[in-house]
Nanobody, 115 residues
């Protein structure tokens, strides 16, 4: 069973909204930090938002438009994305960071913003 499984990516028009989901039920431990990253063609994978027990952070380009949240009962991480723009087009990845060992990544979900 995959540890992280993303869903919800789609083609959407500029100004539209999407909600990405990440099923975390496959994790074999209790994580305290979760994150969303994205990667556009030809570019590096970059952090979009991070949530922990004590803090939520966003990259400047999405602050005020995107909201990261977690439903512990459903073992699901979300990324609500509003007012999407063409520059938000990317593959979005769910991430669980770990100290000293490789992070856990999902397989990614494609978001395309185009008229």
């Amino acid at each position: 069973q995959a540890q992280l499984v993303e869903s919800g990516g789609a083609l959407v028009q500029p100004g539209g909204s999407l909600r990405l989901s990440c099923d975390t039920s496959g994790l074999h431990f209790t994580a305290t930090v979760y994150a969303w990253y994205r990667q556009s063609p030809g570019k590096q994978r970059t952090l979009v938002a991070r949530i922990s027990n004590s803090a939520i952070t966003y990259v400047d380009s999405v602050r005020g438009r995107f909201t990261i949240s977690r439903d512990r009962a459903k073992s699901t991480l979300y990324l609500q994305m509003n007012n999407l723009q063409p520059e938000d087009t990317a593959v979005y990845y769910c991430n669980v960071p770990r100290l000293g060992i490789p992070d856990i990544w999902g397989q990614g979900t494609q978001v395309t913003v185009s008229a």
